[in-house]
Structures are given as structure tokens and as C-alpha cells.
């Protein structure tokens, strides 16, 4: 089974929404990072939680880190077009060797 | 931009060849990684160089070599492989390779095994 499970997979909204993608795991995480990806290119990074509880944002994007940190949250306020792409939230593991892993991504279409 | 450059963006190559892929990072990091993302699959670490030492293999097939002569570049060279290795190639590299520092990623490179 995959290790970072995010949902949903894929998810269009209105112009102007707002929306919630969820990333979860069965183990508590290192810390947390939230890339956005535009179809066959490279990730652009958003936002890296690692405190229990801790909440980030950067201009109508906010990711929060449960207390457990098992557990993310990636909220678009009043969404645009230009937000969408593929969003993937990235993990290291607390029980292994620094390695980041991902999860399956979140593919956002924004109609005009 | 982020500072990881890959090239070439796109790569055709036969079961036959050898070919290589090349990364080179602006940044002054001493961590570079090769991940590799394929349709309908989470984005996989292959490798990871930290101050020009393999420190991880996640159990990649010999028919992908990486080599990073410096901190800077990383290479990853490419020999009698199989049409499902065809797949977004994507550089990575950051600081160090522990702890939470931020990974900064290139545009990729698209390779397609025929």
C-alpha cells in the first residue's frame, strides 16, 4: 500500500473556490512538503511544515500539519486558473535513512 | 527558475543504446538526487549523492549508472533499457540530504525507450 496517501486524486472547481487537498500517514512524519507540478515539468516548491500543529501560508495557499503529524492539509482560498496543475505532497519518514517519498499527487483543473 | 538545470529536456533513445542524462545545480548544495515519475505512479527516489557520495540506491537496475564528479553535476547514464523506463526523469538537490531542507527540483527530462 502506498505510504502517503493523498486525496482527492483529482479535482475541479469553480473559479473563484476554495478547496482542501489531504495528505495522510499511518506513521508519523519528519516534516511535510507541499510541490506543485504543471504537467511534464519540474516541482515547484510551496511550503515545508515539520511542528506538530504548524500552519504556513503563501498568498491563498495554506498547509497545515496535524499535531500528530500524520496528517496535512493544502487550502486554496478564492482559487484562479494559474493555481491549477498537480499538487504532491512529499514526506520523510521518521524510521529510515533521509529519504523523501511522495504521494500520488492531486491534479486541480480551474474552470474560468 | 529554480537553480537545478537538467538536460536534454527530451530524450528518445533504442533498447540498443547508451545515452546520459545531466543535472547541474546553481545553488552551492552538496545533496543531488535522481527521482523518477511515471504514469499512475508516486514519484520514486532512485539515488542520492550527498558531498559527491552515493549514499542511497533504492534498489535501481544496473542499466541505470549515476555519477556525480562534484557537487554541482550529477549524470545519470543509461544503457540497454526497457521501454517501461520510459518516464519523467527529475533532478533534485538541496543543502544536505538530512534533515528539512527545502529540495529544489529541475524541469526534468522526458526519456522514451523504443
Known amino acids: 500500500s502506498q505510504e502517503l496517501e493523498q486525496s482527492p486524486q483529482s479535482l475541479i472547481v469553480q473559479e473563484g473556490k476554495n478547496l482542501t487537498i489531504n495528505c495522510t500517514s499511518s506513521?508519523?512524519?519528519?516534516?511535510l512538503y507541499w510541490y506543485k507540478q504543471k504537467y511534464g515539468e519540474g516541482l515547484i516548491f510551496l511550503m515545508m511544515?515539520?511542528?506538530?500543529?504548524e500552519e504556513k501560508s503563501h498568498e491563498k495557499i495554506t498547509a497545515k500539519l496535524d499535531e500528530k503529524k500524520q496528517q496535512s492539509s493544502l487550502h486554496i482560498t478564492a482559487s484562479q486558473p494559474s493555481h491549477a496543475g498537480i499538487y504532491l505532497c512529499?514526506?520523510?519518514?521518521?524510521?529510515?535513512?533521509?529519504?523523501?517519498?511522495f504521494g500520488s499527487g492531486t491534479r486541480l483543473l480551474v474552470r474560468p | 527558475e529554480t537553480g537545478v538545470t537538467q538536460t536534454p529536456r527530451h530524450l528518445v533513445m533504442g533498447m540498443t543504446n547508451k545515452k546520459s542524462l545531466k543535472c547541474e545545480q546553481h545553488?552551492?548544495?552538496?545533496?543531488m538526487y535522481w527521482y523518477k515519475q511515471s504514469a499512475k505512479k508516486p514519484l520514486e527516489l532512485m539515488f542520492v549523492?550527498?558531498?559527491?557520495?552515493?549514499?542511497e540506491n533504492n534498489s535501481v537496475p544496473s542499466r541505470f549508472s549515476p555519477e556525480c564528479p562534484n557537487s554541482s553535476h550529477l549524470f545519470l547514464h543509461l544503457h540497454t533499457l526497457q521501454p517501461e523506463d520510459s518516464a519523467l526523469y527529475l533532478c533534485?538537490?538541496?543543502?544536505?540530504?538530512?534533515?528539512?531542507?527545502?529540495?529544489?527540483f529541475g524541469e526534468g527530462s522526458w526519456l522514451t525507450v523504443v
Open positions: 533534485a538537490s538541496s543543502p544536505r540530504d538530512r534533515g528539512m531542507d527545502t529540495i529544489y
Open positions: 506513521k508519523t512524519l519528519y516534516g
Open positions: 511544515l515539520q511542528k506538530g500543529g
Open positions: 512529499g514526506a520523510v519518514k521518521m524510521d529510515s535513512s533521509y529519504k523523501l517519498i
Open positions: 545553488l552551492g548544495h552538496n545533496a
Open positions: 549523492y550527498n558531498f559527491k557520495e552515493q549514499t
